[in-house]
């Protein structure tokens, strides 16, 4: 009874999590570069790759840039980062760049292996060992707003940099 009592309850919290949603106007997932898109979409293009992530979809025209970053924590521990972006002009030689981080940690963990082995009804299933592998353990948008912030601060530097070479 215990067991049901924890399981609804579980499912009662995650049910309702959207009305814990506050739509505020402040967040740390967007920030204004002054530099038209052209210049700030390119200048996070660079940022990525200036810090060694990899490009989901890196067209020129690409409304949204994704980019994936992989960690090793330990021996039995990856960590992905993956940061997508999206740039919007504001019409007043500036731009709005936003960006929301995804982070998933993913473990080796052991699954058990087993043989079925019949003929029609009668089948037995035998146990055949287990093998390692690698589950997500955790996914969950980044909310730092100081990691933010440092993007934010690197895709302006570059954009100063492209603004200052165009004129």
């Given at each position: 009874?215990?067991?049901?009592?924890v399981?609804?309850?579980?499912?009662?919290?995650?049910?309702?999590?959207?009305?814990?949603?506050?739509?505020?106007?402040?967040?740390?997932?967007?920030?204004?570069?002054?530099?038209?898109?052209?210049?700030?979409?390119?200048?996070?293009?660079?940022?990525?790759?200036?810090?060694?992530?990899?490009?989901?979809?890196?067209?020129?025209?690409?409304?949204t840039?994704?980019?994936?970053?992989?960690?090793?924590?330990?021996?039995?521990?990856?960590?992905?980062l993956?940061?997508?972006?999206?740039c919007?002009?504001?019409?007043?030689?500036?731009?709005?760049v936003?960006?929301?981080?995804?982070?998933?940690?993913?473990?080796?963990?052991?699954?058990?292996?087993?043989?079925?082995?019949?003929?029609?009804?009668?089948?037995?299933?035998?146990?055949?060992?287990?093998?390692k592998v690698?589950?997500?353990?955790?996914?969950?948008?980044?909310?730092?707003?100081?990691?933010?912030?440092?993007?934010?601060?690197?895709?302006?530097?570059?954009?100063?940099?492209?603004a200052?070479?165009?004129r």
């Open positions: 009874m215990l067991v049901a009592t399981l609804a309850g579980g499912c009662a919290s995650t049910k309702d999590i959207h009305r814990k949603e506050t739509f505020n106007s402040t967040t740390p997932f967007s920030a204004k570069v002054n530099a038209p898109s052209k210049i700030a979409c390119w200048s996070v293009k660079r940022a990525f790759l200036a810090q060694g992530y990899m490009l989901d979809r890196s067209t020129a025209e690409a409304a840039l994704t980019g994936i970053k992989e960690f090793q924590a330990d021996d039995e521990t990856n960590v992905t993956r940061l997508q972006t999206s919007a002009d504001n019409n007043d030689g500036t731009s709005t936003y960006a929301t981080a995804l982070k998933e940690v993913n473990q080796v963990q052991s699954e058990k292996q087993h043989r079925a082995f019949g003929i029609g009804w009668a089948t037995v299933t035998v146990p055949a060992g287990s093998a690698l589950r997500p353990i955790s996914r969950e948008t980044v909310n730092d707003p100081e990691f933010y912030q440092r993007f934010y601060a690197l895709v302006s530097k570059l954009a100063a940099e492209d200052r070479k165009a």
